[in-house]
């Protein structure tokens, strides 16, 4: 299948990106955070929804145990490399991630280009949740990519990631509930859209349970920005 693009040769649309404001970004409360309207090129959106990867190449991820006693966060997990048996489109769009113009635009936002992506995604079942976590220190932040249209979704089976506003008060070593929260934000998940958020102190997030059909499943592409320090620049020389 021929790879869409946009009249700049990109998947990404580069206007939507560039329309992201950096100061309103870094303003944002209570912790940096935008949703994303359009990331995507609408052809090329629809070729990586039609094209996502088969469950069957999913790792099952379900009861394992987290750190500060908070609840498991089951899902269906995969794990990109080059060599996994996906789409052309998908190895596209994750070399497009790797390249200059997206690291360029995480590093306005960031205010860093010291950064390392990963990629993953997740696939939720009914019933399932994200308990509220602030993730680990070497994160930078993550850039969301949702998949589910009003075709195989309804908004009332949830599924959007809420950020999350504790006042300052909760330990992140801890284990809240959503309702421990002051307000919880949200940005629209179904369609072509995507949440880019920075990891700070108390930049707690989550997914409530989950309450879609048996056989539904949420499904998103995750851009893990990490902090690409000197101690793992070494590691990956030392392989």
Known sequence: MNLPATQCGSLLDPGRLAAVDVEAFRRAEPYPWAGVDGPLSQQAYDVLRRELPPLSLMQASFGRRRSHGQQPHDRY?????????????????????DGERYHGWLARLFGTDR????????YTPTGCSVSPHCDARHKLGSHIFYFNTEEDWRADWGGETLILDDGGRLRRDSAPDFDAFDRALTAPALGNRSLLFRRQGNSWHGVKP??????QLRKVFIVVVNADGLAGRIRRWLR
């Open 115 to 122: 950064i390392r992506l990963n990629y993953h995604w997740h």
């Open 210 to 215: 989950i309450r879609c059909p048996e056989g």
């Open 77 to 97: 997990v995969l794990e990109y490399e080059p060599d996994l048996p996906v789409s052309e489109a998908w190895h596209a769009f994750v070399a497009e991630l």
